[in-house]
């Protein structure tokens, strides 16, 4: 089982519209927990970065949270446009040099 | 300012043939790594460097070899490349221990590989 879980996998929606994504994790205990966004036939992006002390962090619409007790962290993104259209991942980084992907949500915006 | 760069974009091997893939990175970074992404999995680190002329294995690292000869440049090598190694990789940098820090790490564009 992945110790990192996405949800959903895919997802939909309107331009102009939010949207969040979801990420559960095993990783324990871990360093920090990352968002990444991919475009289509291009690397992973960096989002955002928390430690496990932070609850929230936002790079311009998006918006990261995460609570380390249930080992969840979500990713909001408000006002969608265009160009989020997108593979988004979380990865959660473990004290012992260990580094978990999730296998990503793929989020399409249409006009 | 490149940042992260992959040669070659794309190839198709038969089984059995070898090759070796380029990374080049121009932030001075001391770290690097080769990543492999598949289908409905996350990525998965295959070896990595923590400076130049050391290598260490990943998660997933059978199959390759890795070079660090060069501060700016990492090597992934397949010497009897595998349908299974059919992939798409990835080499990343950053210039402190990404598990333990929250220093940034760049990709690169990605090198698709089909083996047959």
């Known amino acids: 089982k992945n110790q990192v879980e996405q949800s959903p996998q895919s997802l939909i929606i309107l331009e102009g519209k939010n949207c969040t994504l979801q990420c559960n994790y095993t990783v324990s205990p871990f360093s920090n927990l990352r968002w990444y966004k991919q475009d289509t036939g291009r690397g992973p992006v960096s989002l955002t970065i928390?430690?496990?002390?932070?609850n929230t962090k936002s790079n311009g619409r998006y918006t990261a949270t995460l609570d380390a007790d249930t080992k969840q962290s979500s990713l909001h993104i408000t006002a969608s446009q265009l160009s989020d259209s997108a593979s988004y991942i979380c990865v959660v980084m473990g004290n012992n040099n260990d580094m978990r992907f999730g296998a990503g949500t793929r989020l399409t915006v249409k006009p | 300012n490149a940042g992260v760069t992959q040669t070659p974009k794309f190839r198709v091997l038969k089984t059995g043939q070898s090759m070796t893939l380029l990374c080049a990175q121009d932030?001075?970074?001391?770290?690097m790594y080769w990543y492999r992404q598949d289908p409905g999995m996350g990525l998965r680190l295959i070896h990595y460097?923590?400076?130049?002329?050391?290598?260490a294995k990943g998660e997933v690292p059978d199959g390759y070899n890795v070079s660090r000869l060069k501060k700016q440049n990492f090597l992934l090598g397949l010497e009897s490349a595998a349908p299974s190694q059919t992939s798409v990789y990835f080499c990343?940098?950053?210039?402190?221990?990404?598990?333990?820090?929250?220093?940034?790490?760049?990709f690169g564009p990605g090198t698709r590989l089909t083996v047959l």
């Open positions: 928390m430690t496990f002390s932070e």
């Open positions: 990343a940098s950053s210039s402190a221990d990404i598990p333990r820090s929250t220093d940034t790490q760049y």
């Open positions: 932030m001075n970074h001391e770290y």
């Open positions: 460097s923590v400076g130049e002329g050391t290598t």
